[in-house]
């Protein structure tokens, strides 16, 4: 039997193709790292960052986040799909570029918590999965809501986010929703 050791994701070497099921070795790898306490410190900054929100608005958005960050790190770790096809390298490398500068931001351990979370759980899903970024029923100001319907994902500030260099809406399969 041959080991293969992967590279961690900062590792990759972006001159070479890339396969989703290459990719997806190194994000089980990265999500098996992720404790249970840096859950926990991501929901506390999920708490922060929500704190002025109105109070129901608040509670739906940390509860969706945080049910979304342990779903998906299980779906990570347990996912047995078999994906073909090559990642779109470039792509994925300013990604990872722009979620890089989320983190050097970042003012708090907990912060850092909820970068560490997000990179793996968005890149899986931007990269392997090819589903919207946020999690279908995200609420966005003004009450609008991100929706799948038909196969399609519509989000209702796509438009408006697309071009801020530190957003990944850029990256995110959703289209605008229209009906916004």
Known sequence: MVIIMLPEIDHVDFSRPLNKMDLLQILKKEASNIHIKE?????????????FMPITEQKEYIKRFTKAFFIRIKDIKEDKWHYTGLVDTIQLKDFLQVLEMQKNKAQSHSELCFHKIARVVATYTAFIREESIHPVGTRFPGGFVLRYENGV??????????????????????VQDDSV
């Open 153 to 174: 994902y519509y989000c209702p500030v796509k438009e408006k986010q697309i071009n801020t260099p530190s957003a990944l809406c850029r990256f995110c399969v959703s």
């Open 39 to 51: 859950i926990m410190d991501a929901n506390g900054y999920l708490n922060e960052d929500a704190r």
